[in-house]
C-alpha cells in the first residue's frame, strides 16, 4: 500500500470530525510503536520527521524506515516534514516524496513568513504536495503574563483571526498552525494553565466567513506531559523538574471540535520512550542487551499512542472510512 496523500487524510478528518494524531519519528522503535497502536485502533496517521530527526538518523534511513512500515501495516499513512525551516529543506523532503512539509516562518516578520510560504507552497503545489504554515508564535502562556490572553501576532504572540485570514489568502498554505497558548516540551505552563479556545474558535470561524470553508487548523505543542510518566522517570533515576506541565487533554478534545485537524504529539512519546528505558535498567543494572530496553519503551510508546488516538483525538476506527 502507498502512502496516502495529506490531503485526503485532511478531507477525511473534516467529514468525520476527528483530528489526526502528527506523530514524531526519530528512530525505528518509535516508528514501530505508532504504526501498531494505530493498526490496531484502525486510525490513520500522520507521520511528522523534523530536521534534527533527519540529521540524527539520515533520511535515507527514516525513508526505508517508513517505506517498510507501509508496505507491513494496511492503514493510511502520510509524511509530513515538521517544522521546515528554510526552503531548500522543504523542497529536498517534496523531491523526496513527502506528502506534506511544514515551512515555518513564525519567528519572521509577517511579510517575510508570508514570502517563504509562498515559495514553498509554489514549489509544492506544483509537486502535489501539501503545505502547512504557522502564524503566530508558540511561547508558553507563561511569557504572557499581562497580555490578558496573549497579543496579536502582529506585535505579540498569539494568532489572530484576521491576520490568520490575510496570511492565508496570501500564502496558499493548505493548513495552518496557529498559536493559542499552546508551546512544545514538557515545560509548558506554570501552575494550570489552558489553550485560548476562544482565540481557536473565532479563527476557524474567520476562515470560514472569509470563504475558505473548513480550514484545517494545527496545533503544536499538544503534549499533555502526564504526571504519571514525569513520575516514574524520576522514579527510576531520572530528574525532571517538579514543574512538568502539559495541555490538559480537555482542551485538546475541545480544540478537535472546534476545527483543528491535525494535533502534534512528541514530548509524550519521548517521555513514554524514557521512562520504559529507565525502568528496565533499574530494575535490572547488569542488563545490556538493547532488545530489552527498547522493547519496554517501544511498549509504552504505543499504549501512550492508542490512549490518544482512541480517547483523545478520536481518529480510531476510522482508518478504512
Ligand atoms: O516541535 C518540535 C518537535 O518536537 C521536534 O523536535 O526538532 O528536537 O526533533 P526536534
Ligand atoms: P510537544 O512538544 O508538545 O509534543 O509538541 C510537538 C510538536 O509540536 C511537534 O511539531
Ligand atoms: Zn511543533
Do not use: W
Amino acid at each position: 500500500m502507498p502512502l496516502t496523500h495529506t490531503k485526503d487524510l485532511f478531507a477525511k478528518a473534516l467529514k468525520g470530525k476527528y483530528a489526526l494524531g502528527a506523530f514524531n519519528v526519530n528512530n525505528m522503535e518509535l516508528l514501530q510503536a505508532i504504526i501498531e497502536a494505530c493498526e490496531e485502533e484502525k486510525a490513520p496517521v500522520m507521520l511528522q520527521i523534523s530536521k534534527g530527526a533527519r540529521q540524527y538518523a539520515n533520511p535515507v534511513y527514516l525513508k526505508k524506515l517508513i517505506e517498510a512500515a507501509v508496505s507491513l501495516s494496511n492503514i493510511p499513512i502520510a509524511v509530513h516534514l515538521d517544522h521546515g525551516d528554510s526552503f531548500e529543506l522543504c523542497k529536498e523532503c517534496i523531491d523526496e516524496g513527502f506528502t506534506s512539509v511544514m515551512i515555518d516562518g513564525s519567528h519572521l516578520p509577517f511579510d517575510k513568513n508570508v514570502e517563504i510560504c509562498r515559495r514553498v507552497v509554489e514549489y509544492a503545489h506544483k509537486h502535489n504536495c501539501v503545505v502547512e504554515g504557522e502564524l503566530g508564535e508558540l511561547v508558553g502562556a507563561q511569557f504572557d503574563e499581562g497580555e490578558e490572553g496573549g497579543g496579536y501576532s502582529a506585535g505579540g504572540h498569539y494568532t489572530h483571526p484576521e491576520e490568520a485570514v490575510k496570511f492565508v489568502k496570501m500564502t496558499g498554505v493548505d493548513s495552518l498552525a496557529v498559536a493559542i497558548g499552546n508551546s512544545h516540551g514538557a515545560y509548558k505552563f506554570k501552575g494550570e494553565q489552558h489553550l485560548d479556545l476562544e482565540r481557536l474558535k473565532n479563527i476557524k470561524k474567520a476562515l470560514m466567513d472569509a470563504g475558505m470553508g473548513d480550514y484545517p487548523l494545527v496545533l503544536h505543542g499538544a503534549s499533555s506531559v502526564p504526571k504519571e510518566l514525569a513520575q516514574e522517570i524520576n522514579k527510576y533515576g531520572g530528574k525532571l523538574g517538579e514543574d512538568t506541565a502539559g495541555v490538559p487533554e480537555a482542551d485538546i478534545e475541545v480544540a478537535r471540535r472546534v476545527g483543528c485537524t491535525k494535533v502534534n504529539i512528541d514530548t509524550d512519546l519521548r517521555l513514554a520512550f524514557t521512562a520504559g528505558v529507565r525502568k528496565v535498567l533499574s530494575e535490572n543494572p547488569k542488563e545490556f542487551d538493547p532488545r530489552k530496553y527498547l522493547t519496554a519503551a517501544r511498549a509504552k510508546v504505543k499504549e501512550l499512542v492508542r490512549h490518544k488516538i482512541k480517547d483523545v483525538l478520536c481518529c480510531a476506527g476510522h482508518a478504512f472510512d
